[in-house]
Nanobody, 127 residues
Framework: QVQLVESGGGLVQAGGSLRLSCAAS????????MGWFRQAPGKERDFVAVIDWSGSTTYYADSVKSPFTISRDRSKNTVYLQMNSLKPEDTAVYYC????????????????????WGQGTQVTVSS
């Protein structure tokens, strides 16, 4: 069974940091771009960041470009999202997802182009 499992979410004060992890099991995603999305209460799921299959190229939503960093450890089949300078508006459920296609880049920012999803981890930023 293929699974993506996110961890690292929690409650943090504004200005604080969190590091999310997404561990894959059941198959390797070392040849897939991997992305992070988030969904705030009452809103649609939005793209956050994506990293290419090799880990050398990244792309971010404009709203998170500076304080967030996506990375991956292909040997551990794990993707990370380092979130610094968090704001209350970053409060959301964060999801990791595997992009369709073998070593496809540029990657899409549309969730229909991702075919494996984690269950999400809650990030709450208090003011």
């Amino acid at each position: 069974q293929v699974q993506l499992v996110e961890s690292g979410g929690g409650l943090v004060q504004a200005g604080g940091s969190l590091r999310l992890s997404c561990a894959a099991s059941g198959r390797t995603f070392s040849n897939n771009a991997m992305g992070w999305f988030r969904q705030a209460p009452g809103k649609e799921r939005d793209f956050v960041a994506v990293i290419d299959w090799s880990g050398s190229t990244t792309y971010y939503a404009d709203s998170v470009k500076s304080p967030f960093t996506i990375s991956r450890d292909r040997s551990k089949n794990t993707v990370y999202l380092q979130m610094n300078s968090l704001k209350p508006e970053d409060t959301a459920v964060y999801y990791c997802a595997a992009h369709k296609g073998f070593r496809k880049w540029p990657a899409s920012t549309v969730d229909e182009d991702y075919n494996y999803w984690g269950q999400g981890t809650q990030v709450t930023v208090s003011s």
